[in-house]
């Protein structure tokens, strides 16, 4: 599926984020750069919203395999990938006569640099975990003690390292997924569909009572608006 996936990102994303500052910029009068800004932001499109489509037992029903993987890839590679339009617009606006060189750093070291260690990092972890199994030293009731701290622990160095940690958490979930047993991954699958539930809405919650609307008012309806 890497075609589809790559006309998506590559086409779909660079349509977007067009469509989107030239709105913002002809039909809301914002300064070209703060619209790249926001178009950026927006930009990608959200994993959440592709949830109920690609998870559980009527999605795995009614939707084809095909459509529900690419849907995936797409909805997890895309938010990493809208850090490079966000830095750009950022650098543009910060610091213009450095903006190249800096950009240069975030595409080479925090966006390839992470999906690699994303791809080591996780078959690495797969391999540790299919280890642990065939040894008997792992029971079912474990799956959730190994697959949550993988992901702070891969998010963690990330950040550490300065890397963009969407990116490498996702292409490090990938591959375990892909190590892993197709028994032990059914397994994965059914907790990360518990976590979800449970987790989501709290933590949407919490992000509504952090958002600076009052900030944003003050900036003007256009800034609010967005």
Do not use: C
Not at 136 to 151: C, H, N, R, T, W
């Amino acid at each position: 599926n890497i075609r589809w996936v790559a006309v998506i990102i590559g086409l779909g994303m660079a349509a977007m984020l067009a469509v989107s500052t030239g709105v913002l910029w002809a039909g809301l009068d914002a300064p070209l750069l703060v619209a790249l800004l926001f178009a950026a932001v927006i930009t990608p499109t959200d994993p959440v919203v592709t949830t109920p489509i690609v998870t559980g037992p009527l999605a795995q029903e009614r939707i084809p395999q095909r459509v529900r993987h690419n849907l995936s890839a797409e909805s997890g590679i895309n938010d990493g990938l809208g850090h490079m339009f966000v830095m750009l617009a950022v650098l543009l606006l910060t610091s213009p006569a450095t903006a190249a060189q800096d950009f240069a750093v975030v595409v080479l070291w925090e966006i390839l640099g992470g999906a690699v260690f994303g791809l080591v990092l996780g078959f690495v972890l797969g391999r540790l975990f299919v280890f642990v199994r065939n040894r008997g030293l792992m029971d079912e009731s474990s799956y959730l003690v190994f697959l949550v701290p993988f992901s702070l622990f891969v998010l963690g160095v990330a950040t550490l390292l300065n890397m963009e940690g969407l990116v490498t958490v996702f292409l490090a979930a990938a591959v375990f997924g892909q190590v892993i047993p197709q028994r032990d991954e059914a397994e994965e699958d059914k907790i990360d569909d518990a976590v979800n539930q449970l987790l989501l809405l709290p933590v949407f919650m919490l992000l509504g009572l952090a958002l600076p609307i009052e900030q944003w008012t003050q900036q003007g309806w256009v800034v609010a608006a967005v």
